[in-house]
């Protein structure tokens, strides 16, 4: 399987947290920039946090501070920690494995999980 995977969406009360995780293929995973993007019904898909192969990890303004991005190499395998939910979190949340590949990107997308805040 080389589509990433995601797990953990669900429905939260406002202020509750939850945990995804995306899972790649070992030969994905170890090369690729790993980002998790939100999409909500007539919205473009929107990029919330990343996380590179070196681990260094990026976040929008509106997750900093409340969403915490890891990965455990051993398992293929990064975790997107999101406390504090707001119903602005609210949307299908996306993985996506990115590398290049002769200086171009290759992207992998998995199929989303849903999230759903409550207020």
């Known amino acids: 399987q080389v589509q990433p995977v995601e797990s953990g969406g669900g429905l939260v009360q406002a202020g509750g947290s939850l945990r995804l995780s995306c899972v790649a293929s070992?030969?994905?995973?170890?090369?690729?920039?790993v980002s998790w993007y939100r999409q909500v019904p007539g919205k473009q898909r929107e990029l919330v946090a990343q996380i590179t192969r070196d681990g260094t990890t990026n976040y929008v303004d509106s997750v900093r501070g409340r969403f915490t991005l890891s990965k455990d190499n051993a398992k293929n395998t990064v975790y997107l920690q999101m406390n504090s939910l707001e119903p602005e979190d609210t949307g299908v949340y996306y993985c996506k494995a990115e590398y290049r590949s002769f200086s171009r990107p290759v992207e992998y997308w998995g199929q989303g999980t849903q999230v759903t805040v409550s207020a």
């Open positions: 070992r030969s994905i995973f170890s090369i690729s920039d």
